[in-house]
């Protein structure tokens, strides 16, 4: 998977997997954004959701309040 960093804002991004299936969220963890990115979703399941946020916004993993 490829993700062209552009309408994102920040200067790093924190980045998670989701199994949509069962809410579980794998964290990737926080990375500098550049123009492009390669994400590579993990083994066991076809249904993978990349999340992709501004890390400075502090927000939870997908599926937390």
């Known amino acids: ?3 062209r960093g552009q309408p994102l804002t ?3 991004l924190a980045a998670w997997w989701c199994d949509p299936r069962t809410g579980v969220a794998r964290s990737l963890g926080v990375m500098p954004k550049t123009p492009r990115m390669t994400f590579t979703p ?3 399941g076809p249904d ?3 999340v992709l946020d501004d890390a400075a916004c502090g ?3 997908p599926g937390r309040a």
Do not use: R, S
Request: charged share 0%; proline share 13%.
């Open 10 to 12: 920040g200067a790093a």
């Open 59 to 61: 927000f939870p993993a």
């Open 42 to 44: 993990p083994q066991g």
């Open 48 to 50: 993978w959701v990349l």
């Open 1 to 3: 998977w490829q993700y």
